[in-house]
């Protein structure tokens, strides 16, 4: 059965960091490319960054360029996003997604980025 469980949400200031996990299991983690993806208030979901296997090429948003990092684990299974210098429109859940057979989903953590 793929799991696929983010933690690591909360409220932060403006400015500041956070580190979304996401824990994997039920399918070969480290021969997928995995991703994040975002849905703020009012607006469709959108990809966040994208990582591929090996730890190798990422892909970032333009909106989070040089702002958010995105790594892996593949001997514990675990996908990380590190978000800096946090702004208010970084706002919204976060899921981790998986390719692997028809594509799963995290159930989401709440990311406020509010004064």
């Known amino acids: 059965q793929v799991q696929l469980v983010e933690s690591g949400g909360g409220l932060v200031h403006p400015g500041g960091s956070l580190r979304l996990s996401c824990a994997a299991s039920g399918f070969p983690f480290s021969r997928y490319a995995m991703s994040w993806y975002r849905r703020a208030p009012g607006e469709e979901l959108a990809v966040v960054a994208v990582i591929a296997t090996n730890a190798g090429a990422t892909h970032y948003a333009d909106a989070v360029k040089g702002r958010f990092t995105i790594s892996r684990d593949d001997a514990n299974s675990m996908l990380y996003l590190q978000m800096d210098n946090l702004k208010p429109e970084d706002t919204a859940i976060y899921y981790c997604?998986?390719?692997?057979?028809?594509?799963?989903w995290g159930q989401g953590t709440q990311v406020t980025v509010s004064s």
């Open positions: 997604r998986s390719p692997y057979g028809s594509g799963f």
